[in-house]
């Protein structure tokens, strides 16, 4: 009798615990996809900041320097990157000890989570912590010409001179512009917030009195950037603090 009523005691003791989740369970997280600026973490500077762009098993980004690319799996709140390749530009020794620190912690990365509308990668080392970025207003770009108007070197602004020059980028990747004396043409892609152009050819010869303005268009457009569309004006900021000012050519 005596054995019954322990055997009877443990089963309530299972039941128990059975009743909604298990102790230690963690319910599942919504998947980190979406475009990421690093706000915590490592050190970083206005001029070069650090994004990261997760789509299904692929993440992207830039790393205050260099762009970024390799493969991420996620299980619950687990998370891990795999082998990074990158770019190879070389930028102010406190950039580059910025991406170093940086890839070395998401490399490291275990798990992540949410606090607010932050995502946080926990690890051995410093948790890095995201902000949400804003997606590039695509379909106000698409399929419109710009022409430039102004030019924007730190607090400097200058008009635009020589022949019209113009942006376009295309839905099916590619881009056409022109500086004011030369012609560029090339594909663009978004990742993190940013538009990069990996490819970028240029035609043409510029006159003295245009060389600036040349470099200056072909720096922007080069360069990732930031663009944001206000009526029939859109601006194009570069990662390193310059500017391009186009109205939209109906």
């Known amino acids: 009798m005596g054995k019954t009523l322990v055997l009877i005691a443990v089963l309530l003791v299972a039941v128990g615990c059975g009743d909604g989740e298990p102790s230690g369970a963690t319910t599942d997280l919504p998947r980190p996809d979406g475009d990421w600026q690093l706000v915590d973490g490592v050190v970083t500077s206005p001029e070069f900041p650090i994004t990261m762009s997760i789509t299904g098993t692929e993440v992207s980004g830039r790393a205050a320097c260099n762009s970024y690319f390799g493969t991420v799996m996620v299980n619950t709140a687990a998370i891990e990157f795999g082998e990074m390749g ?108 940013v538009i990069i152009v990996p490819e970028l050819a240029a035609e043409g010869e510029c006159p003295d009195a245009l060389w600036k303005q040349d470099s200056l268009v072909v720096t922007v457009v080069g360069d990732e950037f930031r663009a944001e569309v206000d009526g029939d004006v859109l601006t194009l900021t570069s990662m390193g603090g310059d500017g391009l000012v186009y109205r939209a050519v109906r």
């Open 86 to 193: 990158s770019t190879a530009m070389a930028c102010e020794p406190a950039a580059m000890a910025a991406e170093s620190a940086f890839l070395t912690a998401l490399a490291a990365a275990e798990a992540f989570e949410y606090r607010n509308d932050r995502l946080v990668l926990t690890g051995p080392s410093d948790d890095l912590v995201f902000a949400p970025v804003a997606p590039v207003p695509t379909a106000a770009l698409l399929d419109t010409t710009w022409v430039l108007e102004t030019l924007i070197e730190g607090e400097a602004a200058t008009s635009a001179n020589g022949e019209p020059a113009s942006l376009a980028l295309a839905a099916d990747g590619t881009l056409t512009a022109s500086t004011g004396c030369r012609t560029l043409t090339g594909r663009w892609l978004e990742s993190g917030g």
